[in-house]
């Protein structure tokens, strides 16, 4: 069975997904897919590319109308940040190498 991500485009979601640090749950706004590879997940001022192959499930939390803002959507995200924070403290930590001095 083949998931066909533009069903999610322009909704919010809770997906997860494995990644090389583990099973990873993030909630947030997809912005964009390209059918069947990858999606664009707004999370806290982040956007995350989460391939097909990595996801282990889908949820619509909320369907949002269409002429809502980019700040109202992000307003939206705000309350659900704490579903995100318990898994990572930021989405895309195990995406980009880390800045921080040891």
């Known amino acids: 069975m083949t998931l066909n991500l533009d069903h999610y485009v322009g ?21 964009s897919s390209n059918e069947r590879m990858a999606l664009s ?5 982040e956007v995350l590319t989460i391939p097909c192959y ?5 949820e619509i939390v909320d369907d949002l109308p269409n002429y809502l803002t980019q700040e109202q959507i992000n307003e ?4 659900h940040t704490e579903l ?3 898994h990572t403290t930021s989405p895309s930590s195990f995406l980009q190498p880390s800045n921080k001095k040891m």
Do not use: C, M, W
């Open 54 to 58: 990595r996801i282990q499930s889908i």
């Open 41 to 45: 997940l707004r999370v806290n001022d």
């Open 11 to 31: 909704k919010i979601i809770r997906v997860h997904y494995a990644s090389p640090k583990g099973e990873l749950q993030h909630t947030g706004f997809v912005q």
């Open 84 to 86: 995100n924070e318990e």
């Open 76 to 79: 939206f995200l705000k309350d």
